[in-house]
């Protein structure tokens, strides 16, 4: 059995930077005609030269002239219209991280009062430049994210026009709240669909699969799966790949991230085919984002087979999400 996919997109993608971005970023170029590429970098990526000087990093690492990495800023409410006005054409996001909420995100926003960030999201709806969004609150580690909607349903109401995507939906909550606006979209990543806390932290703890926002409830993976394999129109592929070396995840304080590019794909295609919705793989990882954002990304044919498929013990000094694992699609 094979599956031919057309320009592969992943939507929400952590690149790193200098020797880690030169060696993970061909794993993603290989397979993905594009990506939007997360700007929590040291320092985060916030003025138009930093957005160039970045994009010009990954088109050499991608050694690929068909993946376009679509660049985002990292939000301040200090932006104001003329400033965007003039990095509009160089990026196609802005992403904005609750100040200390995860990985590099201490110059995130320390307040959600809609006086605050008026001016900037004000001229991002009228620059259409979408707002992509870390949500989680600062509260318990598993009700975070529940305790962000009412916060992404304030913002999708005070500015009907901007595009607001919700990063990383874990919960049956978010799943929810994304249908009932119509300017919300949301992203689901590849280990959200696969794992839930149990696998985490249910038995011996499992570094490799920690990340923010933490795996949730089985009925809350349920309800993510029932959105991605029917392809809602609402809903995309962003891997949140975010890799950390082994050190930093085998360690005390184990860093937040789980690292599945390379593998990603040939997973979904399996999740598909079992609940028999491989028909549907196209528009989740590629059509939906088409039409959120607008983009045309370069035309790359992938055709997956279904081979065994061995996961790699590690590519590098990371190790991936199912290491060593069989999975049953392959990319030919
Ligand atoms: C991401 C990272 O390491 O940059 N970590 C994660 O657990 N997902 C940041 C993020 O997207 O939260
Ligand atoms: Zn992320």
Known sequence: ????????????????????????????????????????????????????????????????????????????????????????????????YPAGITTNSEGGVNSFDIE?????????????????????????????????????????????????????????ASAKAVLEHDNLYATITLHHLYITLDDVAGGMLQPHLFCKPIAKRPEDRAALIDLALNANPKVMFGSDSAPHPKSAKEAPGCAAGVFTAPIALQALAQLFEQHGKLENLQAFVSDNAQKIYNITPPKKSILLEKKEFIVPDSYGEIVPFLAGKSLQWSIQ
Request: glycine content about 4%; hydrophobic content about 40%.
């Open 1 to 96: 059995m094979q599956l031919q996919l057309t320009s592969p997109l992943d939507m929400h993608l952590h690149l790193r930077q200098g020797e880690m971005l030169k060696n993970i970023t061909p794993l993603s170029s290989k397979t993905f005609s594009g990506a939007l590429i997360m700007p929590n970098t040291v320092p985060p990526i916030t003025t138009k030269e930093m957005v160039k000087n970045y994009r010009d990093e990954i088109v050499e690492a991608a050694k690929d002239g068909t993946f376009t990495p679509y660049m985002t800023l990292f939000f301040s409410n200090s932006y104001n219209y003329e400033f965007l006005q003039s990095i509009k054409d160089d990026i196609l996001a802005i992403k904005l």
């Open 116 to 172: 605050t960030l008026k001016e900037t999201l004000e001229a991002m709806s009228q620059l259409q430049i979408p707002l992509c969004i870390h949500g989680e609150s600062d509260g318990f580690v598993m009700d975070r994210e529940a305790e962000f909607i009412p916060i992404y349903k304030q913002l999708a109401t005070a500015f009907p026009k901007l595009k607001i995507v919700m990063e990383h939906i874990t919960t049956a």
